[in-house]
């Protein structure tokens, strides 16, 4: 019987593909919907999914409230929902989280906590968190300065896969 069960939703599934259709959840949806600037639709299905732990929602709605999509633009709300899917792990929301930090948008500019999400990205391979410590190194901010470390954390990102041309190297005397 399962093994019927499971042919009828391969079978399902694959239909509906071929006909341009995919199941998709509210997450997925939404980001679609956030794709074709239709905010609304994707505040409505993130929301939900944000307010029951899913840490990919919690970073996407951080965004609508960071950048005024679809509602009045809040740090203090965006930094908040960082927060929660910083702590599952999510790497963007670490990244972002500790932008926040570095500029004090939305929270009070703190460079030891902007350091500390931009490590916790980093551990994870996030590139742009590795440029991000490479500049908190390179300008001192929540770190002592040290031409050698960001430049050690710039050459992770080219070795990771980041553009050499995009970054500026230090030129620091320490």
């Given at each position: ?14 239909a ?19 794709k ?65 930090y ?11 906590k ?25 300008d ?35």
């Open positions: 019987m399962a093994r019927v069960v499971r042919k009828i939703v391969v079978g399902l599934a694959l509906l593909a071929c006909h341009g259709l995919a199941l998709a959840g509210p997450v997925e949806d939404g980001l679609e919907a956030a074709k600037n239709d905010y609304a639709t994707a505040l409505r299905l993130w929301t939900p999914a944000a307010e029951q732990g899913d840490g990919t929602a919690q970073s996407y709605l951080a965004r609508l409230y960071l950048m005024g999509w679809g509602v009045s633009q809040d740090h203090a709300k965006a930094a908040a929902w960082y927060l929660k899917a910083a702590e599952q792990g999510n790497t963007a929301a670490q990244n972002n989280l500790g932008t926040l570095e500029h004090g948008d939305g929270v009070p500019q703190d460079y030891a902007a350091l500390y999400w931009f490590r916790k990205a980093a551990e994870a391979h996030a590139l742009e968190a590795y440029i991000n410590v490479a500049r908190a190194y390179e001192g901010h929540g770190v002592k300065q040290s031409c050698e470390e960001a430049t050690a954390w710039y050459q992770r990102a080219v070795k990771g896969g980041y553009p050499a041309e995009r970054i500026t190297w230090p030129h620091c005397s320490n």
